[in-house]
């Protein structure tokens, strides 16, 4: 199968699912299209699965999304009208289960990315709850390089996701980023944000030792206290 669902014994309340395409980048054709909404219909439908775990098999590639050889060409003959096979029809009308955007799980997922998430791929990834990548994977959308707008799971929860720039710097260029940058480009606190923060505890500090209250004007009181404790958390 291109897309295997396994209940490992040691674990026998999470499924690993994996796509078995690793010579195709697990690329996503119809069968693999097929088998992966199947694995997550049985996912759903089994009250003993309790977490799901998706990886790709392989080193090199998590998923690079819809296999431009088969399914892209698939779709296009279907859309001008002409006949297909009937299993790359049922492939095509599971896109939307196959990749989480159709289809509710309602068991939590984990992404084991271990390589390259693209397209599609990245899609599935956002899907997930919890996402864990190797330093080398990396991320992209890259339908903009053949001047199409990405229309899955990412333009929502993307978004959603990580701050709106950088959101849309993914889904208006075929810029990448890697897992290893990912962790460099949480938010930090600026200088000024710091100095103000320290400036604050500072004037509280001296307030207690004087015996007066920094919010005895009425203007600051906690809210105040939480801006600038959150200023240092970001």
């Known amino acids: 199968m291109a897309a295997r669902l396994e209940l490992p014994a040691d674990h026998p309340h999470v499924a ?24 997550w219909r049985a996912v759903a439908a089994d ?3 309790r ?10 590639s998590f998923c690079a999304g819809m296999d431009m050889k088969t399914t892209i060409p698939a779709a296009q ?6 006949r297909i096979e009937p299993e790359v029809f049922e492939g095509l009308r599971s896109v939307a289960t196959a990749l989480l955007a159709g289809f509710d799980l309602a068991t939590p997922l984990v992404c084991a990315v271990n390589g390259h998430a693209r ?8 899907a997930a709850e919890i996402r864990y990548a190797v330093p080398e994977a990396t991320f992209a ?4 390089a053949l001047g199409l707008y990405p229309t899955g ?5 993307l978004p959603r996701q990580i701050p709106w720039v950088h959101a849309h710097e993914l889904l208006l260029t075929v810029a990448g980023v890697c897992a ?10 600026t200088s000024a944000r710091r100095r103000s923060a320290r400036r604050s505890v500072a004037a509280r500090t001296r307030a207690r030792r004087s015996g007066r209250s920094s919010r005895s004007d009425g203007r600051c009181g906690r809210g105040g206290d939480l801006v600038h404790r959150g200023s240092r958390i970001d």
């Open 119 to 126: 397209a599609g791929g990245f899609d599935l990834m956002l």
């Open 153 to 157: 799971n990412a333009t929502v929860l």
């Open 16 to 39: 690993v699912v994996t796509i078995d395409r690793p010579a195709q980048a697990n690329a996503l054709d119809p069968p693999t299209l097929r088998d992966l909404a199947a694995a």
């Open 77 to 82: 003959r279907f859309a001008r009208g002409e």
């Open 141 to 144: 959308l890259e339908e903009v």
């Open 180 to 189: 290893r940058s990912c962790t460099s480009r949480s938010p930090r606190p």
């Open 47 to 49: 009250p003993e699965i």
């Open 51 to 60: 977490c799901a775990v998706l990886t790709g098999a392989g080193e090199r």
